[in-house]
Each structure stands twice: as structure tokens, then as C-alpha cells.
Antibody
Framework: QITLKESGPTLVRPTQTLTLTCTFSGFSVNSRGESVGWIRQPPGEALEWLSLIFWDGVEQYSPSLKNRLTITKDISKNQVVLTMTNMDPVDTATYYC??????????????????WGQGALVTVSS | DIQLTQSPSLLSASVGDRVTITCRTSRGISNYLAWYQQKPGKAPELLIYGASTLQGGVPSRFSGSGSGTQFSLTISSLQPEDFATYFCQQYSNYVVTFGGGTKVEIK
């Protein structure tokens, strides 16, 4: 069974850098086809994809946040870390760590997010 | 980015009702669409991927259909545990995007 759990600060000051850690089990991010990502959700709002890191080290970022995001993985610790620089109150949100499905139905690959962490609420305030 | 528009944004229904939520995309995405259910204070859960394939463990009262730019999620007989918010998501592009959500509330 795959599980993921986010950890990090609950309060961040404006202009500071946020570092969130996702600790997971049930799979290896080093296995072919695996990937782990981050999605956030401001209070009462919709979901926004942020970043994804693949088994082979390839990184993907939301174009609108690319300049502020870095995603890394630590295979030995089963962790993926997201850093977001220059935090602003509009970045207040619940941040979710997610495992991406990689299912081939014989024709195409399906890559929805099949497992989610419980979420970490991060408030940006002075 | 591909924009997803869900309707309605709020749906009032009773236990036993058949309900349908629609998701329209700004350009064609074949069947690269997923649906999620989110309850208050919880993470979203994957219900359907590939527009119509039920994720393991999801009750058969949930079904999805559509292709291209028009998709729908149907709950054949609403149960008390189904009152939640539902999101659609496209993954045809590496920049995945989500719909604004549909809250299903008790009538």
C-alpha cells in the first residue's frame, strides 16, 4: 500500500523560502515509471499542480511558478522535497504530496494522481 | 494551459437521486481526464481516470463518460457518503489542470 505524508512549517513569513518534505512508502521513486509531485489548494479554492519529479530525475514545474520552485528526491530516505522561494500571502494553501499513476491500458498511459498525502496547511503571514 | 469548466458549481440533491456533473475543456484532450472526490478537511481521492475507468474500490454507482472536450461524472443513486466536492482534471498536457469543483450538498 502506498502512503505519503507531508511535513514542514505551518507558518512562513513573507519573502521567506518554504521547504516541504514528502516521506513515502510502498514504492521506490527510483523505479522505472514512478513519479511524485506536489499540488496545492488555497482555502476554499480549486487545486493547482506545482511540480513533478520522475524516476529518472527529470523535473517538471508549473510555468507560472517555475522560477520559484525546486523539487528534489532522496532515494535513500524515500523522500521528495519541494522548495518555494519568496513566499507571499497568496501562497497560503494546503500543500499535497501525490503519487502519479502510470497505467498503460494497451493504447495509452494514464497518469492521474492515485495516492495523496493528508496535506500540510501553510500560512504565509507576517 | 488547458482550462476546465465544471458545471454546476453547486448541486443540491437528495439521497437516492441520480446526479450528473459536467466538465468542459478548452481544447480536446481525448480521454485523458480524471475525477476526484474531496470531503471537508481531507485530501482528494481518485474516482475515475481515462474518462470512464473506475479506480479500484470505487463503488459502481459512479460512472464517467466523454471524450474530446465534453465529459461527465454520474452518480446513479446518491448515498449519504457522496456529499462532497468533485473535481475534474486533465492530464493530456504535462501542465495538468483542474476544474473549479462541484459541491454536492444535501437538499
Amino acid at each position: 500500500q502506498i502512503t505519503l505524508k507531508e511535513s514542514g512549517p505551518t507558518l512562513v513569513r513573507p519573502t521567506q523560502t518554504l521547504t516541504l518534505t514528502c516521506t513515502f512508502s510502498g514504492f521506490s521513486v527510483n523505479s522505472r515509471g514512478e513519479s511524485v509531485g506536489w499540488i496545492r489548494q488555497p482555502p476554499g479554492e480549486a487545486l493547482e499542480w506545482l511540480s513533478l519529479i520522475f524516476w529518472d530525475g527529470v523535473e517538471q514545474y508549473s510555468p507560472s511558478l517555475k522560477n520559484r520552485l525546486t523539487i528534489t528526491k532522496d532515494i535513500s530516505k524515500n523522500q521528495v522535497v519541494l522548495t518555494m522561494t519568496n513566499m507571499d500571502p497568496v501562497d497560503t494553501a494546503t500543500y499535497y504530496c501525490v503519487h502519479r499513476l502510470n497505467y498503460y491500458d494497451g493504447t495509452v498511459y494514464h497518469r492521474a494522481f492515485d495516492f495523496w498525502g493528508q496535506g500540510a496547511l501553510v500560512t504565509v503571514s507576517s | 494551459d488547458i482550462q476546465l469548466t465544471q458545471s454546476p458549481s453547486l448541486l443540491s440533491a437528495s439521497v437516492g437521486d441520480r446526479v450528473t456533473i459536467t466538465c468542459r475543456t478548452s481544447r480536446g484532450i481525448s480521454n485523458y481526464l480524471a475525477w476526484y472526490q474531496q470531503k471537508p478537511g481531507k485530501a482528494p481521492e481518485l474516482l475515475i481516470y481515462g474518462a470512464s475507468t473506475l479506480q479500484g474500490g470505487v463503488p459502481s454507482r459512479f460512472s464517467g463518460s466523454g471524450s474530446g472536450t465534453q465529459f461527465s461524472l454520474t452518480i446513479s443513486s446518491l448515498q449519504p457518503e457522496d456529499f462532497a466536492t468533485y473535481f475534474c482534471q486533465q492530464y493530456s498536457n504535462y501542465v495538468v489542470t483542474f476544474g473549479g469543483g462541484t459541491k454536492v450538498e444535501i437538499k
